[in-house]
């Protein structure tokens, strides 16, 4: 596709309903991140798959989230036992190759409310 | 460790008036740097980044960015501002053995007209 997509846009919760989080990287792109955003806070690093292996999960906060991907396409984060400190804005990049000079493109993320 | 500090949670300019959004880095060894730009409902877009290449890096929108090694400084600029520039700005850095990116805690940029 033209550039990273993330759904939904927009997911409220219950405090301990399970959610997923999907993104959909540039087509090609080898590399996929996963940053969350609480309000007021910069970028926090969570995951990131080179392929569909996950050489860093050292971000994940708790072992309530976790991620997959299929192949060099789709991912999803999912949040178990969500809790209101769950509450944030997801974000998903990918780029071409896992190098640090290659540029992550950024989806316009997910915002989850967690009542 | 690596962090990035940003000064300034929210600074305003007038419309024409240089910009200046300061950021620096901690980092034993000189890092990557980025800046990112967040418009209103929309996902981060690169404005530049610094590889260690030249330390003047220019980027899109007429913003520039020098990184000063002995400051440990990486301060966005452009000379004039316009009323288009009004967004969330991020820096980041990530070194250059690794993927991860830390990122500062955002500088909201308004321009009065």
């Known amino acids: 596709g033209a550039g990273v997509s993330q759904s939904p846009s927009n997911k409220v919760t219950e405090k301990g309903k399970d959610v997923e989080l999907r993104c959909d990287p540039i087509?090609?792109?080898?590399?996929l991140y996963w940053y969350r955003q609480r309000l007021g806070q910069g970028l926090e690093f969570l995951i990131y798959?080179?392929?569909?292996?996950?050489?860093?999960k050292s971000g994940l906060p708790s072992d309530r989230f976790s991620a997959e991907r299929t192949g060099e396409s789709v991912s999803t984060l999912t949040i178990q036992r969500t809790q209101q400190e769950d509450s944030a804005v997801y974000l998903c990049?990918?780029?071409?190759?896992?190098?640090?000079?290659?540029?992550?493109?950024f989806g316009p993320g997910t915002r989850l409310t967690v009542l | 460790a690596q962090s990035v500090t940003q000064l300034g949670s929210h600074v305003s300019v007038s419309e024409g008036a240089l910009v200046l959004l300061r950021c620096n880095y901690s980092?034993?060894?000189?890092?990557?740097l980025f800046w990112y730009v967040q418009y209103p409902n929309q996902g981060l877009q690169l404005l530049l980044k610094?590889?260690?290449?030249?330390?003047l890096v220019k980027g899109i929108n007429g913003f520039e960015a020098e990184f000063k090694k002995s400051e440990t400084s990486f301060h966005l600029t452009k000379p004039s501002a316009h009323m288009s520039d009004a967004a969330e700005y991020f820096c980041?850095?990530?070194?250059?053995?690794?993927?991860?990116?830390?990122f500062g805690t955002g500088t909201s940029l308004t321009v009065i007209p």
């Open positions: 980041a850095v990530i070194m250059n053995t690794g993927n991860q990116f830390y």
């Open positions: 610094y590889t260690s290449a030249a330390t």
């Open positions: 798959f080179q392929g569909n292996s996950a050489p860093d």
């Open positions: 087509s090609g792109h080898t590399a």
């Open positions: 990049a990918s780029s071409l190759v896992p190098l640090a000079t290659d540029t992550q493109y």
């Open positions: 980092s034993s060894v000189p890092p990557y």
